[in-house]
């Protein structure tokens, strides 16, 4: 199978090596799993991701979907894949057995996932809403919901969205105005305007389930207000057949930059009677629900972005180790061959800065992974409520890293393309656009950073920060005392310094002045990021240097590469984003005190 | 007239505060002009950009030039657009009255240009590629070449291409395979293939005349062994009228990501008996006279990138001070107004970084374009030289820092807008588009950082390097003496300080192992870059000082901004590429020890 979507090696390292997922085998709910259940799954979803995903990806960019007589139109290679990947079991990948799922874990899931995002992130894009809908409803909903809802996602035949953002209200969402009025049968009619909702309307499925957020008319102002709802596209009766057309109507399409193959749509709920719909759980708690769906959105988000890096650095080092272009600098022969492109130190450098965000990306989303697992099914509550809190922490990171790092990577990738790049006969240029989305949805950059500075830092009196630092520290030392390593770990150790030195400066002004503390809260994030990622870095060093030193399962080159990337990282990239440290250290105020009329 | 081009006081502060423009009318080439006659040509530029330039920008986006039954099919507009150009005289406003021009200096021409292409890039390309061939035959062709083909392009009625690129070599010239066959009538038979020629064929103009690069039958190897030829896709007779159609073939169109109305060709020569050349100058010296027009090109990339990035600023601007979402950290109660965007620290941030970039940009190419107008018509031979070789050394700069900050800020321009941004119903997502070809074409950013500091940085002996930055030190010293500018003039001298410290240690290794001293060229160009444009912003702090003390002719606030960005830009991204200071010092060697097989 040729596929530029994944190094299987590196994966393999991550997982196995780095991880040790297999661990999880030792949760109860993962004890009929082992490494072969594992790598069944994962190869299958490579394959599928590379002989069913990857072919149509440029077409639905060229031929995105089409408004024609009140439908939307999808070129049938994206339904013929979503029926391979629901009949391969993959979209079910993690649900219980007994819903028809695989019952993997969360970290084997999301590999699986992501391989399918790497071949084709517009058409994944469908299933994996499916996904985060369902496990929405299956936490929050009543058995009757899950049975009627839940399951038909599960199996495939009923997709989901999540309805959030209104044309007035996006990041802002306790000032969402739709409106859901309380019925005599217990149900409610919605009515209101939502924009921007992927994969809003198609015929790919039987059905589709609409997770939709509205306000009750008794409802408290802003985000205290806001409750959940299942409004499904067509009604389903009590038997699961389907009823009548509910009142939720296509306004039309929103043309994208990228990630065209992703319909995005405005709906509008309750032009005629209202919509009917169902609440989920309690009323008023619809944005803690959502954030239940939404924060594993955000790690699907850097996911995605990692995948996206990734296939394109794939794609960039095939490019320079077979086009030949220019000689060494101090070759003055113009008759010597042309050499490769691979050979020429700036093309490395672009190399290695892909190769330092995605596979480092990559970590962190695969670690935070992990969490998820260890945070549900651990049967330590000590080490449930260290993986929740250390979720939470790194949500943000996890969620904006990526979408900055990987889509540079991108950009470095059309680079090292040179012209051929830029034009759309090279598939570089598509994965570049598509990635250019990630900054922006499900909280753009701005709003990760106050999340991370404004709550996640300080969160439980900052104990799971603390707990963060002291896993880094631990890796510091151990490889402080390497001589192979210790360069880079003395590199790191002084960021580390530099990161706390700042986020004590900022706690102090938060107490006065938290417009102050965080008006600077990206950059913060930006350093946060990076000391979290040269962590992860080291832990990939240091892994690979135990399977030189030991004749681990990969060859002796990848494991290089992997001490030489680290060395890369902490030396060419760790030190950008904390060079402002003075900047955030001040809590400097340039950025407050610029007035309106001075632009 | 409503424009989101240009801030017209930005424009005039620059020119007239900032560089002193109207100095150029004591020159005798330009004793004919005044303050009155060049703003007279920038207000008709921009008018021309704004009502005939800018509405059909989205259009030749969406509907790019096709390949139809032999031909280019262009939309209308673009011709008309170019009709327009060509009638009010803009397209030669350089040019000597003699010749049709305007005899504008050329500060003021790259300004008309740079507003045209900051309304629409693509349509504006037909044009500055065919004023940059004119001026090229204008200096290297006989009398006869400069009536036949020159004149008429100069007049709009031709329209000129550079053919460079070959598929198998682009950054490589000397590599390229084309061939000139000298015949007894003294013309060439020319046959090769081009690849990536904008504007190549269209049915815009009455001919196209082609500047191509090729080599003779008895050529010195690499690119001792180019030379330059005219090979007009129409022969033109003695008395001007057109001949049979030239053995030039359109191969093929090329698709980019954006820049889509400004046609890509493969162009074939010489498919038949050869193409009909014209030699111009003499044999071998084409690499040197196609930088005469390349360097032109360059300092026109520079422009057109900052124009992008420019206009993305104005929109995104716009948008932040109309867009109300969210409140104020501090306000708890939901049921107040929402703010604007722009009152949030963190879009303040973004629009903050963009006018740093772009107003920084321009002052950039704006400065190099004086140096154009002193090395050609100053009549102190000290000032010429002087000119020339701040010029040479500054190319690579100009082309490449706004390649990058100012597609940056088009990224911004994009995060500012939210979701609307990424989406084709909102112009700024086309910026980024167009703009991330310039990073690319007319020599990448590697190339670049190997110009500067493999050639232009110890150029004569370092005397233009160390002419540059006495200019710096005196600004500082300057400024030092101020109080409201001296924080920012310390921060500058630190950085000056660091980037001599690093250039004299890679000029120390580049004696013994180039290859080791130009492996992080790049990076080094990045810290240069940023020093220099910190500089301008010294100035342009400084000029808005005294503007504010003397009551100029601006707003106070227009000032005041100024002096903000300034502080903005030397403390937020100044430090940014410095702190690879040590990784530059040390002339690291990560890159260059990094194998193939580690990736």
Known sequence: MSQKIINTDDLAFLLYEMLDIERFTQFPRYEDHSRDTFDAAIELALKVGAETFAPHNHLCDADEPRFENGKVVIRKEVSEALAVLRDTGLMAASQDYERGGMQLPSVVAQTCIGLIKGANVSTQAYAGLTIAACNLIMAHGTDEYKRRFAEPMAAGRFFGTMCLTEPHAGSSLGDIKTRAVPQDDGTYRISGNKIFISAGDHELSENIVHLVLAKLPDAPAGVKGISLFIVPKFLVNEDGSLGERNDVTLAGLIHKMGYRGTTSTMLNFG????????????????????????????????????????????????????????????????????????????????LLAQKAFVEGGLSLCLYAATLIDEKKHSDDPLVREEAAGLLDLLTPIVKSWPSQFCLEANSLAIQVHGGYGYTREYPVEQFYRDNRLNPIHEGTHGIQGQDLLGRKVSMGGGRFYQSLLKQIRQTISECNRSSELSASSELLEEALGTLEGVTEALQAVKKDDPDRALANAYLYMECFGHVVVGWLWLRQAQTALRGLQNGGERPKAFYEGKIKACEYFVRYELPKPLALANVLRDADRTTLDMSDECF
Chains 1, 2 share one sequence.
Do not use: W
């Not at 890096?309 to 320079?320: R, V």
């Open 271 to 350: 032009e005629k009677d209202g919509a009917v719909g169902y609440l989920v759980g309690e009323a008023n708690m619809g944005l803690a629900q959502m954030f239940h769906m939404m924060n594993e959105a955000r790690i699907g988000v850097g996911l995605g972005s990692v995948m996206l890096g990734y296939t394109g650095y794939l794609h960039a080092l095939d490019y320079a180790r077979d086009r030949r272009q220019g000689r060494p600098l101090k070759e003055r022969n113009p008759e010597t061959p042309m050499i490769r492109l691979v050979e020429h130190a700036d093309v490395r450098r672009m």
